[in-house]
């Protein structure tokens, strides 16, 4: 996995309306990168809700969010809606942002292991330089703790 002081691995991937986004169209702004499993799961509609909540903070901090799945980009259209999600989804079907970020790794589940994305999160600053690394993120608890690091 990435850590604080590495250059952000670059990316461009479809939003929820399939317009490409880049990494680099937020140079010289906070970028609050959260990889998280599937749209409309328990844990990561908690997660997706959170960010939600506290959009009008992550604002006011200067930080743009953005969310990062498997998903197809019509399945987060649904899910943005449905949940009244502000902030960018992109859809990663290939990997390329997963497997940049270090966040497809062996999972278990209830016995079972399989390959699937670690809930983690990335604070990249206006210089592309990754800030902090948030591994492993509760769903209920991470838009606050990433509130708090952006708070300083």
């Known amino acids: 996995m990435l850590e604080a002081g590495m250059k952000a691995p670059g990316f461009t991937l479809p939003d ?9 169209d937020f140079a010289g702004r906070r970028v609050v990168l959260y990889f998280y ?10 997660q997706a809700c959170a960010f939600a909540g506290a959009y009008a903070e992550f604002e006011a901090l ?10 197809s980009a019509a399945s987060h259209a649904k899910f943005a809606e449905k949940h009244g999600l502000p902030f960018i989804l992109l859809s990663d079907p290939e990997r390329q942002a997963i497997e940049a970020y270090g ?12 390959m699937g994305v670690v809930r983690s999160t990335f604070v990249i600053g206006p ?7 948030m591994p ?5 608890t991470n838009a606050a703790d990433v509130l708090a690091f952006l708070r300083g």
């Not at 210089?127 to 690394?133: A, F, L, N, P, S």
């Not at 492993?136 to 209920?140: G, T």
């Open 16 to 24: 929820k309306d399939g317009r490409p986004v880049s990494l680099s």
């Open 37 to 46: 499993s599937r749209d409309n799961t328990p844990g990561c509609t908690r």
């Open 62 to 71: 200067g930080a743009v969010v953005i969310g990062v799945s498997r998903d």
């Open 103 to 114: 966040v497809w790794q062996e999972k278990k589940n209830y016995g079972k292991v399989a």
């Open 127 to 133: 210089d592309g330089v990754i800030e902090k690394v």
């Open 136 to 140: 492993k993120v509760k769903p209920d």
